[in-house]
């Protein structure tokens, strides 16, 4: 049944179509415990050790709103410019699936918490565009499945399936964009953008770790295309396992051109779930469903209405701290960035990363260097997001600080860094470990001079002549045979010292 | 017989509390009449005489080292619907879809219960999830009414009011979603109260229609009900639509009433619960009911609420919708039956099997009733508009009680019917509750106390009192004060002493 | 207004997950319908202007503090379980995917 799609020319496809984009972001709160009951709300763990009667879906077991994930929920609306609802309720989500206990998921359906706003979005090149929030509502999570036997391990061809339930009613708050249109060929990228600037929004908010590749930040994005001229949104499809930010960019624009031949050959979009396949960057038709969903919705009975005082909300728009493109416009003012330099640090996603490293006791420069530059590298080389290193914002202050005092050099330095990143501890730690201290006992550094000088007399010769720029050459010798581990700058006064030029 | 199984709760508690007897005593003459009877009854679907003996002789142990009584109920037993979770004892809810399951906590009130030193002796037969009027949707065979062994004893808690009727247990605790503690009551000749929504928690109560569902006391008594409400009443934060307000004084309120003097009660008779339909005994038992309160003193007037004629119609696509809901989580997957696991059928096959083989005929009419109800399309027509008509009775219920303390009606329309006689006849059997479902749908609180029997057929008839939210305390002042003005009703269970 | 046919019906027993017999399926078609007939009077009583009621008590805001609670050990929570394995629960062959 498996069809390779054809695809159109990406540059054909923004001639001949506009692409309408819909992106709904599914983020796992960071609470202490779920949302309906008091069960940890950990990443992890052994298979059903976080569970009760209440997210077991055990007869007789009643939900209780946790607080804390509401106040997440308006915070996290407000950021968004929402309006917050004075009045709204849950309600149930009826289907049968076996990863949910209750066969229902407590969620709210036409009143959410938040709703109408939007998130000035960043492009790459500078430019800024506005994507509207539809609404952000609140809702829990599913257990998970493993599925036993067959060839692959997944769903299909599986001889039978195991249930953890540690994941089920984990808080999540599902933010819905509202169609973005005239985007043109730039769609892939504001996607991208969006899911980035979310992340970053929360992240600053600290109410979720914000990881897609742990699932705390999930992307479905629907995409539709409309030919250029046309007034009416076209069929859309949602594709789904989108699971980084490049992905986001990859499974819009895989779609784009997909829908694109369909049109184009006369065909029509079903409208369908698909799921993205990192490996190849395409996206695959899910499982067609028998029926139409109907998912019954009803208020919960189970759950009061939530009435958020006006007070209440005031007092939460106070915690709200200052959003990430603000501080970025606040960041290159203070440091006197120039727009590149700027660029440079959002586009490595070191902002908050500089300004944490600042905050250590770096000079922003130092700090902005290490990031932008030798870490960032390290990340691309280990395949992961800058703020995904095993290496934090105070360590990499700490190795500045190190070199500041002398104590390490640059080439140490990085081979400190390296073993940070490679899980051998702290700076400190890694140094001991790998032995890299600066040599910095004058009379072992004084006998590699004094060979040095040794070895080449006819330099020693022109240092005492007056050529003092002629150091250099003894200053590397000294360093070979210290193996890196001296303070050069330690090492060229002693050998003019020694020659008595200095 | 021992006497021990005559007396009330109350009286028990104050031979155990004075050391006349022991609470171990007590447990096990109970223990002794439900082996004696229920298999005539079958008013239990599990005894645990073990664990009702235990808690007993812990209560006798705290007595004789001098402490005080942890509550006024310390010691006395009780029958508990097998709808609350009990952790480590059975809880079937009378469905094949849980026989065996051991719940691994307890209900909030069954805790309650355990703290206040109450021994439970067994899980009380039900209609399945509490839907029915006459507990035969029991999966487990019908409980029998022992005022006549061939008719109902009133559903859906049928087991709990049977095992008191039948002197299998002083106290019971019932829940109450249209009329499943009331309806038991009246035609069994006991007191039964469905307290104000929120009132007592519903944590570990086994859904049927969250909205409306409610567990409360059940008793011999009116001061018996009342020593048990305050037991189990009481803001619980495991339950986010428990109130967090202090219960009234239930007890002294039912003290206050059995002095016999209701001058400055304002007594509404509603006049839309009466006319056709109801049994000629049962009017002319309310009616008696009435006068005996004029004589007490109160004043009685009659009002209206013009949409109770539209409680049953919405009560039907209301409860049957939130059940087809919280039913959902009975899949075959966590807990309970499985079928067809045979390695050739899918999950969604074996929920679909097992949900088929572990149901009986009305919960299945009433998932589908409630499917439907919610359906997109459906929605406004069925479940939007009996959530618009449940307003128009919480209106009638407020307009009432401004005029009025409390209302009353028939508890139910009719006397106890046969076995099998209405079980082909969904709508027959659902008018059961007609006169008991407007207190639900609004939530507050009602209680049946025993007005006699017809006079055309000599069956047991309920008076049904209503009060407002919250003030569950007018109930047992007006319920006290009629039932010491009434004096017993006859009382019939010698004839089922004699056929053992 | 209802007329409820055997098709209806068995739609809404592939809803409800409910492997229903033909017979039952006729059954239910007739009662269902007698019952919505009987039932259906509800949309003819309350007019636009009445706000529906969802809940039975008047509160609002009801929240737990964010503190974890003890739950249930991977023994307790499986102890009912139809199969279990590697302290999952074990369930047959899932067909359908994830919403």
Not at chain 3, 24 to 53: H, N, R, S, Y
């Amino acid at each position: 049944m498996t069809t390779t799609a054809e695809l159109m020319d990406y540059a054909e496809v923004v001639e001949r179509y506009d692409p309408v984009l819909g992106l709904e972001v599914h983020v796992e709160l960071s609470t202490k415990t779920k949302m309906f009951c008091g069960c940890p709300n950990s990443f992890g763990g052994d298979p059903n050790t976080h569970v009760c009667p209440v997210c077991l879906g055990m007869p007789g077991a009643l939900p209780v709103v946790n607080g804390t994930a509401v106040e997440s929920a308006i915070r996290i609306g407000l950021a968004l410019n929402c309006d917050i609802a004075q009045w709204c309720r849950f309600a149930r989500k009826n289907y049968f699936y076996p990863d949910m206990p209750k066969n229902f998921q407590t969620s709210q359906y036409d009143e959410p918490i938040a709703f109408d706003g939007h998130l000035d979005v960043v492009l790459d090149d500078g430019e800024v565009v506005r994507v509207d929030i539809e609404r952000a509502h609140m809702e829990e999570d599913t257990g998970k499945s493993l599925h036993v036997g067959g060839a692959t391990g997944r769903i299909h061809g599986a001889e039978h399936s195991l249930l953890d339930y540690n994941r089920a009613g984990v808080p999540l708050i599902e933010i819905v964009t509202k169609p973005i249109a005239g985007m043109g060929e730039r769609a892939p990228e504001v996607a991208r953008a969006y899911v980035t600037a979310l992340r970053d929004l929360l992240r600053a908010m600290d109410v979720s770790d914000v990881r897609m590749d742990q699932g705390s930040l999930r992307c479905d994005a629907n995409v539709s295309l409309m030919a250029k001229g046309a007034n009416e949104f076209g069929t859309r499809t949602e594709t789904k396992n989108v699971n980084s930010l490049r992905s986001v960019e990859r499974a819009v624009r895989y779609e784009m051109t997909r829908h694109a031949a369909v049109l184009a050959d006369g065909g029509s979009i079903k409208q369908e779930t698909r799921h993205f396949q990192e490996a190849d960057g395409t996206t695959a038709a899910g499982r067609t469903k028998e029926t139409a969903e109907d998912y019954r919705y009803f208020p919960e009975p189970d759950l009061v209405p939530i009435a958020p005082t006006r007070e209440w909300v005031d007092q939460l728009r106070a915690t709200i701290p200052e959003m990430p493109w603000q501080r970025r416009k606040r960041i290159q003012d203070d440091w006197n960035l120039t727009d590149e330099e700027l660029r440079d640090l959002v586009n490595t996603g070191a902002v908050d990363l500089v300004a944490a490293t600042v905050d250590a006791g770096a000079a922003q420069a130092d700090a902005r260097s290490w990031w932008v530059q030798y870490l960032n590298q390290a990340a691309t080389a280990r395949e992961t997001e800058l703020a995904d290193l095993a290496i934090t914002p105070a360590e990499v202050a700490r190795v500045i600080a190190l070199v500041g005092s002398g104590e390490l050099t640059h080439k140490l330095a990085r081979q400190v860094v390296d073993g940070v990143l490679d899980g051998e501890g702290d700076p400190d730690q890694v140094i001991e470990a790998r032995g890299l201290k600066v040599v910095s006992d004058d009379s072992a550094l004084l006998a590699a001079v004094d060979e040095a000088l040794a070895a080449q007399p006819d330099v020693a010769d022109k240092i005492r002549g007056g050529k003092v720029q002629a150091a250099g050459a003894i200053v590397g010798a000294v360093m070979k045979a210290t193996k890196g581990q001296a303070d050069a700058a330690r090492v060229r006064e002693l050998i003019l010292e020694r020659v008595g030029a200095a | 017989m021992s006497d021990l199984t005559r007396l009330t709760a109350a009286e028990l508690a104050e031979k155990i509390h004075t050391g006349e007897v022991t609470a171990a005593e007590v447990t096990q003459a109970h223990l002794d009449r439900i082996a004696a009877v229920d298999g005539d009854v079958h008013a239990f679907l599990h005894v645990d005489a073990e664990g009702a003996l235990e808690t007993a002789r812990a209560v006798d142990a705290d007595l004789a080292a001098g402490r005080a009584p942890v509550s006024p109920l310390a010691g006395v037993p009780l029958a508990l619907k097998d709808v609350l979770t009990t952790r480590g004892v059975p809880t079937t809810c009378g469905s094949k879809t849980l026989e065996g399951w051991l719940p691994p906590y307890d209900a909030t009130v069954t805790r309650r219960l355990r703290e206040a030193g109450v021994p439970v002796l067994g899980k009380t037969n039900m209609d399945e999830f509490a839907m029915g009027s006459s507990t035969e949707n029991s999966a487990y065979g019908p409980t029998h009414n022992p005022w006549d062994l061939d008719r109902i004893p009133g559903g859906s808690g049928g087991g709990s009011s049977a095992s008191l009727a039948a002197y299998e247990a002083p106290l019971a605790i019932g829940t109450d979603t249209g009329g499943s503690i009331r309806q038991p009551a009246a035609v069994t000749a006991t007191v039964g109260v469905k307290p104000t929504y929120g009132g007592v928690s519903r944590y570990g109560l086994v859904a049927f229609s969250s909205s409306l569902d409610q567990a409360g006391p059940c008793g011999r008594t009116v001061l018996d009900a009342a020593l048990l409400h305050e037991v189990i009443a009481g803001h619980d934060p495991m339950d986010a639509t428990s109130i967090d307000a202090p219960v009234p004084a239930l007890a002294d309120a039912a003290r206050e009433g059995a002095r016999g003097d209701l001058n400055g009660v304002k007594v509404g008779v509603v006049r839309e619960l009466s006319g056709d339909g109801y049994q000629g005994g049962v009017l002319r038992s309310f009616d008696a009911a009435v006068a005996q309160l004029k004589e007490l003193g109160a004043e009685v007037v009659e009002v209206s609420c013009p949409h109770f004629g539209y409680a049953l119609s919405a009560y039907y696509l209301i409860a049957p919708s939130e059940c087809s809901s919280n039913l959902a989580r009975f899949d075959a997957m966590r807990y309970g039956l499985r079928v067809a696991d045979d390695g050739s059928h899918s999950a969604e096959e074996v929920m679909s099997l097992t949900r088929e083989e572990g149901f009986g005929a009305e919960v299945k009419r009433r998932v589908m009733l409630g499917t439907y109800a919610l359906s997109s399309g459906y929605y406004d027509a069925y479940y939007g508009s009996a959530q618009k008509v449940r307003t128009l009775i919480t209106r009638d219920f407020a307009a009432a009680f401004e005029q009025v303390d409390v209302l009353v009606s028939p508890t139910t329309p009719v006397t106890p019917f046969k076995l099998g006689e209405k079980v082909d006849d969904p709508l027959a059997m659902y008018l059961n509750d007609i006169c008991s479902i407007p207190a639900n749908l609004a939530g507050n609180a009602a209680m049946s106390v025993p007005s006699g029997l017809s006079d055309e057929d000599g069956l047991p008839v309920g008076l049904q009192i209503m009060a407002p939210a919250l003030a569950d305390d007018r109930l047992y002042r007006v319920g006290a004060a009629y039932e010491a003005a009434r004096g017993p009703v006859l009382d019939k269970l010698g004839e089922l002493e004699a056929a053992k | 207004m209802s007329n409820i046919s055997r098709d209806e019906v068995a739609h809404l027993a592939k809803l409800a997950r409910m492997a229903v017999t033909p017979e039952e399926l006729d059954t239910f078609a007739g009662q269902l319908d007698q019952i919505l007939d009987a039932v259906a009077e509800v949309g003819e009583v309350a007019g636009d202007d009445i706000p529906p009621t969802s809940h039975a008590v008047p509160l609002t805001n009801v929240f737990r503090t964010d503190e974890v609670r003890p739950g249930l050990s991977q023994d307790a929570a499986l102890a009912g379980a139809p199969a279990a394995e590697e302290g999952r629960f074990r369930v047959p062959r899932i067909l359908g995917e994830q919403q």
